[in-house]
C-alpha cells in the first residue's frame, strides 16, 4: 500500500485541527470560506492561526481552549492553517493588517475589523495560561 505526502500530512496534522474543532471552532479551508465568514461580518469574532509548532501545542492551543471555559465569549469562532490551508490562510491575513504574518496567531475582530491581535513572539514567551488569561480579557472587553 503506498501512501501520499498529502494523505500523511492529513494524518499528521488532524488531530492538531481537532484540538480546535472540538471547542466548536469552525475551519476556513478556502479563502472562499474565509470571505463568506468576514464579509459583513456582525458581532465579534475570534479566528486562531492554528499550526504544527510546538508553541501552537503547548500554548496557543491550550490557551483558546482555556479562554473559552468561562465568561463572555466571540460571536463566531474561526481557525485557519497555516502551512497546510495557504490560500485560506493567506486571505485570513488580509484582514490582521497592520501584523505581519504570524503563526500561529490569535485575532480578535468586531463588526468585521481587528480590535485585538496576539502575535507567534507574544505566544512563544507566554504558557496557556497566560494566554488564556489575556484572551478572556479581551473577550471581557469586546464581547460583551
Known amino acids: 500500500m503506498s501512501i501520499t505526502f498529502e494523505m500523511y500530512m492529513n494524518d499528521y496534522i488532524q488531530p492538531m485541527r481537532d484540538e480546535l474543532t472540538r471547542l466548536g471552532i469552525r475551519e ?9 465568514a468576514f464579509n459583513d461580518m456582525k458581532g465579534t469574532a475570534l479566528v486562531v492561526v492554528n ?3 510546538g508553541c501552537a501545542a503547548g500554548n496557543a492551543r491550550p490557551g483558546v481552549a482555556k479562554a473559552l471555559q468561562a465568561g463572555p465569549k466571540p460571536d463566531h469562532l474561526y481557525t485557519v492553517f497555516a502551512g497546510q490551508d495557504k490560500e485560506a490562510t493567506a486571505k485570513a491575513r488580509e484582514y490582521f493588517a497592520p501584523y505581519p504574518p504570524s503563526s500561529p ?10 480590535v485585538f491581535f496576539i502575535e507567534r513572539h507574544e505566544i512563544e514567551d507566554r504558557n496557556a495560561e497566560q494566554i488564556g ?5 479581551a473577550f471581557e472587553h469586546y464581547c460583551k
Open 28 to 36: 476556513l479551508r478556502t479563502p472562499e470560506d474565509v470571505e463568506q
Open 133 to 137: 488569561a489575556k484572551l478572556a480579557g
Open 105 to 114: 496567531s490569535i485575532a480578535l475582530m468586531k463588526d468585521g475589523e481587528l
Open 51 to 53: 499550526s504544527v509548532c
